[in-house]
């Protein structure tokens, strides 16, 4: 089954504490993506990568770190630094010449006490 | 002003129904329309996506776009409880992989049996 995975899909941790997202896809696609869901606002864009190795910021980005190593593998890191970590973290992939076309995994909740 | 408005709802209609979702933008480059169902606690899936103006339509779906009015709608027909959902719609200026996806806030409709 092709297809988006993260893990997992409730994940609790203490303030001050880093936490890493898992994202893996085997679709062979070359893009992926990290997006926040917040109650109230549409899906906003953490970061994205096009290729191995290489990876933007989108429009909020500010206490999120990610990695390219591979192809099918986009693991998010929230740092301590982010203000208001507690959301929904949805990771997307897609063809390069396709970003309408987006795939997104099942999501992770997040929540920060 | 948000770049897209979208009415959060939520929204009813009984079973049979024909149910309108709209959204509304600013930015005249938006050339990429698509809609997004997302069921609860689930990642979004991509539902319809329309290039430039005109209607388009797949089985009980139709989506509609008036660029002159930077309008869009997405029109469901004989719904079904199995339609209860947020839609988002979203919107991009290309089909580029380093171009992002601007959402709107989502419609949470229930269609009741």
């Known amino acids: 089954d092709g297809g988006i995975t993260q893990s997992p899909k409730y994940l609790f941790r203490k303030e001050g504490q880093n936490v890493t997202l898992s994202c893996e896809q085997n679709l062979n696609h070359d893009a992926m993506y990290w997006y926040r869901q917040d109650p109230g606002q549409g899906l906003r864009l953490i970061y994205y990568?096009?290729?191995?190795?290489?990876?933007q910021k989108g429009d909020i980005a500010e206490g999120y770190s990610v990695s390219r190593e591979k192809k099918e593998s986009f693991p998010l890191t929230v740092t301590s630094a982010q203000k208001n970590p507690t959301a929904f973290y949805l990771c997307a992939s897609s063809w390069d010449r396709m970003n309408y076309e987006q795939y997104f995994g099942p999501g992770t909740r997040l929540t920060v006490t | 002003q948000k770049e897209v408005e979208q009415d959060p709802g939520p929204l009813s209609v009984p079973e049979g129904a024909i149910v309108s979702l709209n959204c509304t933008y600013s930015?005249?480059?938006?050339?990429?329309f698509m809609w997004y169902r997302q069921y609860s606690r689930k990642g979004p899936e991509l539902l319809m996506y329309?290039?430039?103006?005109g209607n388009k339509e797949d089985g009980r779906f139709t989506a509609q776009v008036d660029k002159s009015s930077k309008y869009i709608s997405l029109f469901i027909r004989d719904s079904q409880p199995s339609d209860s959902a947020t839609y988002l719609c979203a919107m991009s200026a290309t089909n580029f992989g380093n171009e992002k996806l601007t959402f709107g806030t989502g419609t949470r409709l229930t269609i009741i049996p």
């Open positions: 990568s096009q290729i191995v190795n290489d990876f």
């Open positions: 329309t290039y430039s103006s």
């Open positions: 930015n005249s480059a938006f050339q990429y």
